[in-house]
């Protein structure tokens, strides 16, 4: 795979080195307090160091090198600090936030003393560690320089950080903070990233209890709310021990919650691996029936991030019937075979017995498209009509389907009820969307949008009110490297599959990328017979895609056809159940 972003984020890392007490702001022996004030970096050096200036470098090359100087695991950047002036260095803060660029940037001398660097902005990064991808424009920046002892410093440094994009593939994890979805059934991921070090598990805990990222935040519920640190985690073998303060011992919903949020969170690192989790609250161990002192995710499977039905097979659509991956054969009831006409459909399971429950599915015809819903295997009957409806998209958390009908207006359909509209002022200035899909977990959905550069790729947060109100308040463009854009699904809760334009071969093909819009990556083409039209994924299933109206699915890196060996099977509009 071809790596079109990296990225790393600068996030307060929290970090304790308890025999090393000169780098800590927490005693052993202080009271209880939440641990925001420690050291943003490991003390110890990760990796391979930057450079101090050399002596009599050029402002262009004091510039040059500071910029080098911002890929460091230090506490500080000291190294950094050292190529400005004293003044300089008393009032830098180089933890208020990152701008990423990309390596292949330019320096010019504009005035004596005057340096203006321009180049490739990749995105931002906010003080909590959340990134923001670039829009269009270049990035720009003037430094002011002094000489010092008859060395050139910088005088005027901006707050925070530049670094090159490479340097942030070097240096940083891409981690996820867990919220729980409205319905208390799913994880959702919010996007995080550490500095690769020893301090990752406590300042994966810290990013649990500062909270949602804005974007996230309306569409989720934190129970570690109020929660504070003790200490700093601690881990020993492959167990980590998160003692907390501010929340009750006593067996509840909201403690299972919490234990479920830390678990799942603390599993994703890898140095230190972390398989199991003791959790204690003001020093004891907490008391969950049922669940061992040592937790791991296996104790919360009912809010696997990843979880899916057991029958959910990929299922598509040929000759206007509904069909499954399992060597092509119909699916049971009318749909199956071919009673609607349906040109696309999508399936929910009973979030209750994960048995497959409700089928939506659209007939497009030249004179209108209609939306027909009902039991799996069962009768379905119309319920929305419109000149036009995109395909539909379910959740795994709720049955009911969404469409965007006659390009400018979302609406949804819950099992047995009657449509509804979404609100989504942001959509009509963006443009007709043609696609939709709502994640897996339901609380983010991802439109392909008709905009004035052509078809581009918007995520935004699916908000609930307390009086059934549903919204898209805000869409956010996270892709705008990506023309031509045809379809989008959701890999799982924080990952994207896009089919979108290749700007070398002028061409359809896959990419992936983070929800966020970092980590756009080529997906392989080996095996596809034509460009790729429509494609379907769901967690921990291999991605289908309709070519040249045939099914194909992705298996080791390569597209094969549905039953090995065999001539692929005609279809189109592939998609899982959720």
């Known amino acids: 795979m071809t790596v079109r972003r990296g990225w790393a984020v600068v996030v307060h890392v929290l970090v304790l080195v308890l025999a090393l007490s000169a780098c800590s702001t927490v005693p052993s022996t202080s009271p209880t307090m939440q641990i925001t004030q420690m050291p943003t ?26 910029i080098d100087a911002a890929a460091s695991t230090r506490q ?23 701008t990423v660029i990309s390596p292949g940037y330019a320096t010019v001398t504009t005035a004596a003393g005057s ?5 490739n902005r990749v995105g931002t990064v906010d003080p909590r560690g959340v990134f923001t991808v670039a829009g269009p424009g270049v990035f720009t920046r003037d430094f002011a320089l002094e000489q010092v002892e008859e060395e050139w410093r910088i005088s005027d440094p901006p707050d925070g950080l530049i670094i090159l994009e ?50 996230l935040a309306a569409g989720v519920r934190n129970p570690l709310t109020g929660v504070q640190l003790e200490r700093a985690v601690t881990v020993e073998g492959n167990s ?10 006593d067996p509840s919903t909201r403690l299972s919650q919490v ?21 204690r609250i003001d020093g004891e161990p907490v008391d969950i029936e049922g669940v061992p002192d040592r937790q791991t995710v296996e104790d919360w499977p009912n809010v696997d991030p990843e979880s899916v039905p057991v029958d959910a097979v990929g299922h598509y659509i040929s000759g206007g019937a509904l069909h499954t991956v399992t060597r092509g054969e119909p699916a049971p009831g009318p749909a199956g075979s071919g009673a609607y006409a349906l040109s696309s459909a999508a399936v929910a399971s009973d979030p209750r017995s994960g048995e497959l429950a409700f089928l939506a599915g659209v007939r497009a015809t030249p004179s209108g498209a209609t939306l027909f819903a009902g039991r799996y295997a069962g009768e379905l009957a119309p319920v929305l009509a419109g000149g036009s409806l995109s395909a539909p998209t379910v959740a795994a958390t709720r049955m009911e389907a969404w469409v965007v009908r006659d390009g400018t207006s979302i609406v949804r359909v819950q099992f047995g009820g009657d449509p509804q509209g979404v609100s989504a002022p942001t959509l009509p200035r963006l443009g007709p969307a ?13 439109l392909v949008v008709q905009g004035p550069g052509g078809p581009t790729l918007y995520v935004g947060t699916v908000v609930r009110s307390e009086n059934g109100g549903v919204a898209l308040p805000d869409l956010r463009q996270i892709a705008p490297d990506l023309s031509r854009v045809v379809d989008v699904a959701w890999r799982d809760g924080g990952t ?13 093909v896959p990419y992936e990328l983070g929800v966020d819009g970092w980590g756009l990556t080529d997906v392989p083409t080996a095996g596809l017979p034509s460009q790729p039209t429509s494609i379907g994924a769901a967690p921990t299933r291999q991605p289908l895609v309709n070519a040249g109206s045939t099914i194909w699915q992705l298996a080791g890196g390569t597209w094969v056809t549905l039953v090995r060996g065999r001539e692929p099977l005609p279809g189109t509009a592939p998609f899982y159940p959720l």
């Open 41 to 66: 970096r490991a003390a110890d050096e990760v990796g391979i160091e930057p450079l101090p200036p050399e002596p009599g470098a050029t402002p262009e090359e004091v510039v040059r090198s500071f």
């Open 76 to 98: 500080g950047h000291r190294v950094a600090a050292e190529h400005l002036t004293p003044e300089a260095q008393g009032t830098w803060n180089d933890e208020s936030g990152i």
């Open 115 to 119: 340096v203006r660097v321009t180049g």
């Open 166 to 215: 490479p340097d942030f593939v070097r240096l940083y994890d891409r981690l996820s903070a867990f919220f729980l979805d409205p319905t208390d059934q799913r994880l959702v991921p919010d996007p995080r990233h550490l500095v690769v070090g020893e301090a990752q598990p406590t300042a994966l805990v810290q990013r649990l209890l500062d909270g949602p990222s804005p974007a």
């Open 240 to 249: 980590a021990v998160v003692d907390l303060t501010g929340i009750s011992p």
């Open 259 to 279: 234990a479920a949020q830390l678990v799942w969170t603390l599993d994703q690192l890898d140095s230190p691996r972390i398989n199991s989790v003791e959790i």
């Open 434 to 446: 043609e696609a939709l899909e709502l994640s897996p977990d339901g609380v983010r959905a991802a």
């Open 496 to 508: 994207l599959l896009v089919l979108a334009g290749d700007a070398g071969d002028d061409r359809i």
